[in-house]
């Protein structure tokens, strides 16, 4: 099947729909209450359960991981890690969103750490990843500064020498494999101005890698985002009420409104690279 | 006086927004705005606090306790347990919001631990009455997969062997003290949709055991909870605006409307048990 | 130049908005989401960043700090003086919101080590100014059964004994160096009704002191959110939107609408003090 295909990302996104796969989230503490709302809403069953006591026991009933580094401390670091072996050893997907990696030297330590134990995806917005690629000073706190056109040369390496999907998400998002390269333009300018909004697709994302392979399940789960973001923001004055309008916008979309909002395609990775 | 009946539902109702009890929340980490903004449009006084080393002094001023195990650790665990104490000795109501029992072992010995220090009440869905009356298996995450009618005999038995006022609740609500059975319908289908409104619920319940004998109290703060659903989520797209809708119907919510949107009725225990 | 001019509040404001300041906060589990949220629909940049491993690196990308005791427990605390240490050494600024200071113990003695190392403001509600003045029993939790006339004596002494700008909020605001003294209205009766507001108001004023001198910036913050906040008051049925309204009339805000929803007046502190 062709990714791209918008007939393709819905069917993919229909399975979720069905399955309503359970979602294990070790979100942090500003994007909790998002992450689950946007999990519901796309019709995943979303648990935020972070304690390594418990890392064992979730991985066994749970098809998915999203792990976001965005509110960090020792201890939730090592859960984290803890939580990231197990879905390793069970091989179930996880994602990695390194909030933030670029502004302290925890965060670098711990995306490292993280990476090391392989996730399945990762996603970040240009700064982030620029950092990860060991290109300083491209974050501010957690928002970028970098488009994500500049980051892309440095998501197909990120992708290359992780072995993971990566997708670099701002304007219009990448998606790379290390080979293959899709962009999907889509969302809404007042997207960056309501918190977390990132932190919610990266939950969705894992919720999409429980119903179809990494690359599939990246393109799908951004694309559907993608689609709903734009629908969400179009006629409000403001961010406020974007994360309502979102989730109402996931939880109604129908298949024309993917085409109709979002646009998918393949790009050569020689162009970029 | 008959708990049933929604004049006297209402009566607790008025009581809870004159007296404006002080009600501390243990609460999770997705529920606590929400649970803070539910109380604050019941016309509670809501309280975050979760230190073990506040537990003694914040009981001698707050008048009821919320306990939520939704998002755990060992030293959350540990704060739980001292607060439940204090309560206890201090003869102040508590309640305890198993969320997710059945899916950890953590979770399991944690429910386990704070049921034998007797809350006054437990609130819970269905696949976690039956996970605490030990049938495993009914628990997906944290959302339930049985409906309520499937766990009212394991929570009448819970409600014996605790000594508890124990809710299940669904798409029909049920309390009980193990020798009467109420049961109330009401509430809108997109709630399961949106996180945390059993959290809310849960707060909410506590606050009226601030105001009430503790089967009135469930029995109304349930009852006040269904009409206030109902009314919020007719007219809504999706599940996006129901926290805030909800919040407002709570505000603003008249004694007729409790008739014209929640049925209360007692129940032979007989019939289920 | 003349803070209480609605002119050169909203310069201050614009200043703001071009310049989008990294904030740090060290937030708590309710406020998190919406001091984000706040801060980003009024231009500013925020990070909520609690780890004391990570309080050197951050204290060197960010322009300022918002220290808020909402919910606590020890491992906070450590964070939050650490913090306060870095942003005095570099002489940047930070503010204090002492959330519930009075109600226990803990929260009595974090207060008081954290002015103890000099924050360059401190905003509170009544009841917690008259707690931190030595005058027990003015609080209810977190929420104020005083006043904010009641607190504006003990904010003046306070303001002079702790070397800090001190804001005192409620229905009127007051804003005090201990030798001047301004009082701002506006604002809606709703605010009270959503958690959190106060918190998000706080880390306003902490970006607002990465664009101005204290004085000024506590004015102005203070002013836009009494502006804003009766604008997204305004048509309400209740105080489930207000958030998000607040948000949108943050982002919207224009010049003329700062005189036309706010009054800003300097007074003299003999007549309190």
Not at 26 to 50: D, E, K, Q, R
Not at 108 to 135: F, K, V, W
Request: aromatic share 4%; glycine share 10%; charged share 20%.
């Amino acid at each position: 099947m062709n990714p791209t295909d918008p007939a393709a990302i819905f069917d993919c996104y229909r399975r979720l729909r069905e399955t309503r796969p359970l979602v294990q989230n070790i979100a942090n503490f500003v994007s909790m209450t998002i992450s689950a709302n946007v999990l519901l809403a796309a019709g995943a069953s979303p648990a935020m359960v972070h304690a390594a006591e418990e890392a064992e026991d979730f991985s066994a009933i749970a098809s998915s991981l999203s792990i976001n580094i965005g509110t960090l401390s020792p201890d939730w670091v090592r859960s984290m890690k803890i939580a990231a072996e197990c879905y390793g050893r069970r091989g179930k997907p996880w994602l990695l969103d390194p909030v933030g990696v670029g502004a302290t030297r925890l965060r670098d330590r711990t995306a490292a750490e993280l990476i090391a134990l392989r996730p399945t995806a990762i996603r970040a917005n240009a700064g982030e990843i620029l950092a990860l690629a060991g290109q300083i000073g491209a974050t501010k706190g957690v928002d970028s500064t970098a488009g994500s056109n500049a980051a892309v040369g440095a998501a197909i390496r990120l992708a290359q020498s992780a072995g993971a999907i990566v997708a670099v998400t701002g304007e219009t998002d990448y998606v790379t494999d290390g080979q293959k390269l899709v962009a999907i333009e889509g969302g809404h300018p007042l997207m960056p101005l309501s918190t977390a909004l990132g932190c919610g697709l990266s939950s969705l994302c894992a919720a999409f890698l429980a119903v179809a392979e990494p690359m599939e399940a990246l393109v799908s789960g951004l694309t559907v985002y993608a689609a709903a973001g734009k629908i969400a923001g179009s006629g409000l004055k403001g961010p406020g009420h974007l994360p309502a309008e979102l989730c109402d916008a996931l939880y109604n979309l129908r298949e024309a409104e993917i085409a109709a909002n979002a646009r998918v395609r393949a790009m050569p990775v020689e162009e970029v690279a």
